[in-house]
């Protein structure tokens, strides 16, 4: 597997859409699978945000992880962030989704930042973060559900 970036591979924007789509769209129904491509399509820089990677298994796209200046419009006072993680349903829970967050971190550092914020829906997914060295900031309510916000130094 290898990570590359979303640039590299714009041909896979439409297949990705459909992921965010099928698991997202209750929180972002004004998107639509065409609304979450555009917004994709913003994510094809390399040396600023917003960007995008992609795990690449073969020719098949696998998984993703996109750094964002903001990615909660009731959060603007935390940036940047780590967001969009998804990982294709036959390869989970095998470490694609670590070397996503690893790839993120290690592009954010080379941009300089110095610390980065996620937030989740899911606890068992906080408890992964936390064991990963995440600190929660806070929860909250978020487009119709609870969500905890993380935090990591990237020093």
Known sequence: MKIEYLRDHDDWIPTIAGWFYEEWAKFHPELGV???AERLNERCYTDRLPLALVAVQ???VIGTVSLKKHDMDTRMQYSPWIASLYVRKDYRNKRVGIR???AGLEKARDLGMKHIYLYTRVQKHVDFYTKLGWSVVET???RGGGVTVLH???D
Do not use: R, S, V
């Open 152 to 154: 990591i130094m990237l």
């Open 140 to 142: 909250t309510e978020y």
């Open 58 to 60: 073969g020719k098949q």
């Open 100 to 102: 996503l967050i690893d």
């Open 34 to 36: 065409k609304g979450m």
